[in-house]
């Protein structure tokens, strides 16, 4: 399986947001139903919106985890090769320069 990119996690987290939210909207809109199917329905509405909650909490705290990361090891880096890390930034600087300065 392939790794999905910051774009595509930061979507689906927002997707799962908002598919939580209408879903505690529609139970409060029908909590007045009286029937026993509705108030089944109502229940495993709920434990899967529980579980939803529980996954997105995962996938942030996931997200949040391979960010410190990233920054450890770039920070390890920096201060292992500060040479190649100040060439690398002012290479990254120079075509920056060059792309902004053509417009």
């Known amino acids: 399986m392939t790794e999905m990119t910051a774009t595509?996690?930061?979507k689906l987290m927002s997707d799962l947001r908002l598919v939580i939210s209408d879903a505690e909207e529609l139970?409060?809109?029908t909590a007045d139903e009286a029937s026993e199917g509705a108030a089944e329905l109502r229940g495993r509405i709920q434990g899967r919106m529980l579980q939803a909650?529980?996954?997105?909490?995962h996938l942030q705290e996931v997200?949040?985890?391979?960010?410190?990361a990233?920054?450890?090891a770039?920070?390890?880096?920096?201060?292992?090769n500060p040479w190649k890390s100040i060439g690398v930034a002012a290479?990254?600087?120079l075509v920056m320069g060059?792309?902004?300065?053509?417009?």
């Not at 997200?63 to 410190?68: D, L, M, N, P, Q």
């Not at 770039?74 to 292992?80: K, N, S």
């Not at 060059?98 to 417009?103: F, M, P, Q, V």
């Open 53 to 57: 909650k529980a996954e997105l909490a």
């Open 8 to 10: 595509q996690k930061d």
């Open 70 to 72: 990233a920054g450890h």
């Open 27 to 29: 139970l409060r809109m």
């Open 98 to 103: 060059l792309l902004i300065s053509r417009r």
């Open 74 to 80: 770039t920070d390890e880096f920096v201060h292992e």
């Open 63 to 68: 997200a949040i985890a391979k960010a410190k």
């Open 91 to 93: 290479g990254i600087g």
